[in-house]
């Protein structure tokens, strides 16, 4: 099995910081990639696929990178309605979920 | 608008069974697989398996075998969850979701409360 490791597990920011959210793979996984924001009481919703592209509809503050094992998401300024719960999900051999990275206000 | 509108929160006691659906709207439900994730109180998601809704044939993760069923009923548009035998470590938040594209998922239900407790 395919494990996903995130770090930090959670982060305290301020409006307009850049931010950025590390997500590690057990295994080489291409661009097998995503990453979803949770909210208190929500859904996940799909912010980025494969790796680095944009949902339709997501600002374009977020942006994703990496292939293989090492991966990032990145809030280029941190915006208040951003501090809510980030999961990566490898696609690469079924689907495993890294554990959640917190972001909270500072 | 591509939705999927699951069922409202569920009281059982151990031992009961429970069944969540997931109803799609704005598309068919054959056109792509449905995922189920699991969310504990406080804790992450888990993918518990998927069921493909061409063929009906589901597929479970360890750890969601034997008391888990997923199934469909397409002259509804309906995908469903059911826990037999309910434990009160299954109380949870269960989602379903879409299989987008080939590899992600979206949309996502709104999210069934499960809670068992005597």
């Known amino acids: 099995d395919i494990q996903m490791t995130q770090s930090p597990s959670s982060l305290s920011a301020s409006v307009g910081d850049r931010v950025t959210i590390t997500c590690r793979a057990s295994q080489r996984i291409s661009s097998s990639l995503n990453w979803y924001q949770q909210k208190p009481g929500k859904a996940p919703n799909l912010l980025i696929y494969?790796?680095?592209t944009l949902q339709d509809g997501v600002p374009s503050r977020f942006s994703g990178s990496g292939s293989g094992t090492d991966f990032t998401l990145t809030i280029s300024s941190l915006q208040p309605e951003d501090f809510a719960t980030y999961y990566c999900q490898q696609s690469y051999n079924m689907y495993t979920f890294g554990q959640g990275t917190k972001l909270e206000i500072k | 608008q591509v939705q999927l509108v699951q069922s409202g929160s569920e009281l059982r006691k151990p031992g009961a069974s429970v069944k969540v659906s997931c109803k799609a709207s704005?598309?068919?439900?054959?056109?792509?697989?449905i995922n189920w994730v699991r969310q504990a109180p406080g804790q992450g998601l888990e993918w518990m398996g998927w069921i493909n809704t061409n063929t009906g044939n589901p597929t479970y993760v360890q750890g969601f075998r034997g008391r888990f069923f997923f199934f469909l009923d397409i002259s509804v548009n309906t995908a469903y969850l059911q826990i037999s035998s309910l434990k009160a470590e299954d109380t949870a938040v269960y989602y379903c979701?879409?299989?987008?594209?080939?590899?992600?998922?979206?949309?996502w239900g709104q999210g069934t409360l499960v809670t068992v407790s005597s």
């Open positions: 979701a879409r299989e987008g594209g080939a590899s992600w998922f979206d949309p």
């Open positions: 704005g598309h068919s439900i054959t056109t792509h697989a």
């Open positions: 494969d790796a680095s």
